[in-house]
């Protein structure tokens, strides 16, 4: 309406409130509802931050791969085989001589797989090896003098090589072995007979494809009834642990 303020109408409005409630609103001190409410949003702030709260799962840390190791390890099954020439006594007949080899290549290409292929490196290669030779002379040949006969033998040797290449193309090793075991070289009582051999045998070995093919010139020395032996073994092999070398990759 025209002439009055929103004063005015709040003014008429008190007038209307019966007067004990006015007494009774007029008697309210104040600062103490204040300091009442303040106290009551300070204890709900303080039980917020103070409430334990539900733990959260920790996410887990994403999967770093280790690295690789530099070092290579390549296992060997070799089976060799080849002629076994003797140099003295010059009236041995030659032989055959046949290997079952076992043992392992180690070296330190790198830690991927082109550096374990492709990268030169120094390798050793400890080795545990079976030897059964045979002799079986040309028809025609004479008999070798003496008591000598060399139908068979059987030598175990035990050793360690050295040598530099990569596994890929080429692998060069020197070996030294010691070696032990008998052959037949005798007659007991009209019976070939069985006597223990002694001896060292060293080479040079060249791995191919991953030591997948082997060629070795070997010299070896048997000393059998007293008599120092020199033979010269020349043997191709094939290493039939290369299943377990494409796993290592």
């Known amino acids: 309406m025209p002439g009055h303020s929103l004063g005015s109408d709040v003014r008429i409005a008190f007038e209307r409130v019966p007067s004990h409630c006015k007494a ?30 539900k733990a959260h799962a920790a996410e887990p840390a994403p ?3 280790p690295a690789a190791s530099p070092r290579l390890i390549l296992p060997l099954a070799q089976l060799v085989l080849g ?31 082109l550096d374990r292929l492709f990268v030169a ?12 030779r045979r002799v079986d002379p040309p028809a025609g040949t004479p008999p070798p003098a003496g008591e000598y006969d060399h139908r068979q033998g059987h030598l175990v040797s035990l050793g360690m090589g050295a040598g530099y290449g990569n596994v890929m193309f080429l ?12 052959i037949q070289n005798t007659k007991a009582e009209g019976e070939i007979a069985f006597n223990p051999a002694v001896g060292f045998r060293h080479g040079l070995s060249g791995l191919f494809l991953g030591s ?18 020199h033979e010269i073994l020349f043997t191709v092999g094939i290493n039939l642990a290369m299943p377990g070398f494409v796993r290592l990759l």
């Not at 076994?84 to 991927?112: T, Y």
């Not at 490196?121 to 059964?132: A, D, F, G, K």
């Not at 997948?212 to 032996?229: A, G, K, P, Y």
């Open 212 to 229: 997948l093919f082997s060629l070795n010139l070997e010299h070896q020395m048997i000393s059998l009834r007293d008599v120092l032996r």
């Open 171 to 182: 692998m060069g090793l020197y070996s030294a072995r010691l070696v032990v075991g008998a």
């Open 83 to 113: 002629p076994l020439m003797p140099v003295s006594p010059k009236e041995d007949p030659p032989a055959l001589a046949l290997h079952i080899q076992g043992g392992a290549l180690i070296g330190w290409p790198g830690r991927n797989t």
């Open 24 to 53: 009774e609103w007029l008697s309210l001190k104040w600062p103490t509802v204040y300091r009442l409410i303040l106290r009551f949003v300070l204890f709900f702030v303080a039980v917020g931050c103070f409430a334990p709260q």
């Open 63 to 65: 999967y770093v791969r």
């Open 121 to 132: 490196t120094y390798w050793l290669r400890p080795e545990l090896s079976y030897e059964y």
